[in-house]
């Protein structure tokens, strides 16, 4: 499987199954199809939308999620499979009597992982990152100092600019990495239920209405990637959410990745990273396989190893 991610951003579609493939329908004529056995997720990200209950069910076989955005592109749910791995009740009593001292352990490793990360994006786009490492440094079991909200306070400005302020109902930048965001929760929500967890039980998210704590905390670290993603399109010119702009940032689960184990897609990276939290549930270990991991270097990817974004729409008037 490729994992590959498939965005339905037109109103109207109609979404069957035939032959193995993902059939696109509009106004009664077919519009494209996908080999099923390609699909990581399925965004279903646009208005009067209808679906055969064959193609719902071949794409839970295949482990395949299928994500439905609300208005601001911020996913409002998710379909997948109950049966997501062959051991998957034995990993769930493990998760749910994993103890808080491990929790606290794990959590302070994924948010080393993120301010790392942070600090390598910062740095591949030429903005001081030296601070990042010496954060990372000083983050304790739990976090009880909220260095994950430190670096924040550093990275936005420096990233985006002084007049920046991340607001998850606003538009311009903030919608692109909301898109972003969702293209990137679907991949960590699959792997997350890939690998036999329940996404509710979280290690340090636990809103009683996000059913997704887990997937949440796990997708901590991979968030850079697409806030990089974003701030070349903002390069680029573009300050919305649009076809071109949406198909660039569903690269960003392809994007490959140097690991010890060779060059790897981002959403091979993101998978080995819930299996390796799926086992230390079960062995009582507090080490996970992350990029800018314990033991790991940091990386983001320079302009020549990443696809050119789109060129924006001119914003001059043209002559009638």
Request: net charge neutral; proline share 8%.
């Amino acid at each position: 499987m490729t994992g590959r991610i498939v965005e339905i951003a037109e109103d109207g579609r109609h979404l069957s199954l035939s032959r193995g493939f993902l059939v696109v329908e509009g106004q009664g004529r077919e519009i494209g199809r996908v080999p099923l056995d390609d699909i990581g997720a399925v965004v279903a990200n646009a208005h009067g939308l209808t679906y055969s209950n064959n193609l719902l069910l071949a794409l839970a076989e295949r482990g395949a999620v299928v994500v439905l955005c609300g208005p601001n592109h911020m996913p409002t749910a998710f379909l997948w499979p109950v049966d997501g791995h062959h051991v998957q009740a034995q990993r769930m009593r493990a998760q749910l009597n994993v103890p808080v001292p491990q929790t606290k352990r794990l959590w302070q490793l994924l948010v080393r992982a993120k301010v790392r990360q942070q600090g390598a994006v910062l740095e591949a786009r030429g903005a001081p990152a030296g601070a990042f490492e010496t954060l990372a440094r000083k983050v304790r079991s739990g976090d009880p100092d909220n260095i994950e909200a430190q670096a924040a306070r550093r990275y936005w400005p420096l990233l985006f600019g002084d007049d920046f302020r991340r607001d998850t109902d606003a538009a311009g930048v903030n919608g692109l990495l909301n898109y972003g965001y969702a293209i990137l929760r679907s991949t960590v929500a699959r792997a997350v239920m890939g690998a036999g967890l329940h996404p509710t039980l979280g290690l340090f998210h636990h809103n009683r209405a996000n059913p997704l704590c887990l997937v949440d905390d796990l997708m901590e670290p991979f968030r850079p990637f697409v806030d990089l993603a974003v701030a070349r399109l903002a390069d680029a010119g573009h300050d919305a959410v649009t076809p071109e702009t949406k198909r660039f940032l569903a690269l960003v689960p392809s994007l490959d990745l140097p690991t010890a184990e060779g060059t790897t897609p981002l959403s091979t990276v993101v998978m080995r990273a819930a299996t390796s939290l799926a086992q230390a549930y079960e062995n009582g270990e507090a080490a996970l396989d992350l990029p800018a991991g314990e033991g790991t270097k940091a990386w983001a990817p320079m302009p020549l190893e990443w696809p050119a974004p789109p060129p924006a729409p001119s914003k001059v008037p043209q002559p009638a």
